[in-house]
């Protein structure tokens, strides 16, 4: 009997999903169901874990998949964590998570093989199988969300490192002074990330209120803290020229730190999600400058930059894309 059903965990700090699908003929999967329940309430990671695997069982039972046609189970997960012991090792996002054996609960309690990476590889494997990078087989994904990290495809495998730490771009330092992402001012993370891109605006606003100029989107000091990526990004959208200049900061130091990937890695194609994806065309002029100006012009004429192609599905097709254990 063909084992072509698969489970995707994606445990997250927010919430837990739990997802069925199914690898179809050409490569591709079908996601089936999906369920999910916030992560706090599942009580102890065990708990949780124990949790997830009851109800990725439920999905099979709904959907009338025998146990028989389970060909894996793969759970996405922030790190930092141990993808060969199958350990989650304290997570940021995931309080109380101190070496929780993930691997070994759910595979106990599932009995099919389980596969453990961090959010980051995941969605790598999910967009170089399924997305943007279907073909390619030197590749970078880039998350820019809430954070910012890297999966790395390297001739034709996923490259995760001696302990699950490649990729972690986001800790490079890209000027002396500057927003501050992965506790570092002037990091990658810090320049190119949701919060970094209301860091920046909160400077810009700042200088222009204090000068005595309105700010449409940010009309006082005190809704500065409430400054976000969506709110600049849709005053930039409508042509305001303040929130313009802080994607176009944005876009160049993105630049900056994907001319440090082109010369170090030599890919053939960076697919970045989430903030690129939804805001391309505020970030990609300054981002294509800083690249000519940095990066060696033969990687670089090599090397495409595009938009991850998976969309919000991402994280379901990231959890089901380590399953297939293709990578």
């Not at 439920?58 to 996405?76: D, K, M, T």
């Not at 606003?205 to 409430?226: D, F, H, M, T, Y």
Request: hydrophobic content about 45%; proline content about 6%; overall charge negative.
């Amino acid at each position: 009997m063909e084992k072509n059903f698969l489970l995707g965990l994606d445990v997250g700090g927010t919430k837990c999903a739990c997802i069925l699908g199914a690898a179809v003929s050409g490569g591709g999967i079908e996601i089936l169901d999906k369920v999910k329940f916030p992560t706090a309430e599942a009580g102890t990671p065990r708990q949780c874990l124990e949790r997830m695997a009851e109800l990725g069982l439920e999905l099979c039972s709904r959907h009338g998949v025998a146990h028989e046609r389970l060909r894996g189970c793969g759970v996405s997960c922030g790190g930092p964590l141990d993808s060969r012991r199958g350990v989650i090792q304290s997570p940021p996002n995931l309080p109380g998570w101190d070496e929780v054996p993930a691997v070994d609960i759910l595979g106990g309690r599932l009995g099919i093989p389980v596969r453990l990476q961090n959010d980051a590889n995941a969605g790598a494997v999910a967009e170089w199988k399924f997305g943007a990078g279907r073909g390619v087989r030197n590749m970078v994904f880039l998350t820019f969300g809430t954070g910012l990290g890297a999966g790395l495809i390297l001739d034709g495998r996923l490259y995760s490192g001696i302990g699950d730490s490649a990729g972690e771009c986001g800790h490079i330092r890209l000027a002396p002074f500057g927003p501050v992402g992965f506790g570092k001012a002037g990091s990658f993370e810090g320049f190119c990330s949701g919060g970094g891109i209301a860091q920046l605006a909160a400077v810009r606003v700042r200088e222009q209120l204090q000068l005595g100029n309105r700010v449409a989107w940010c009309p006082s000091p005190e809704a500065i803290p409430g400054l976000n990526a969506k709110i600049v990004g849709d005053a930039a959208g409508a042509g305001d020229p303040l929130a313009l200049a802080v994607y176009a900061e944005c876009g160049a130091y993105l630049g900056r730190g994907l001319a440090v990937l082109i010369d170090l890695l030599n890919p053939e194609l960076i697919v970045i999600g989430s903030v690129f994806a939804r805001s391309e065309s505020l970030l990609r002029p300054a981002m294509e400058r800083s690249i000519a100006e940095e990066a060696l012009p033969g990687a670089a004429a090599r090397c495409r930059v595009v938009p991850a192609a998976l969309g919000e599905a991402i994280g379901d097709y990231a959890a089901l894309a380590l399953a297939l254990g293709e990578y």
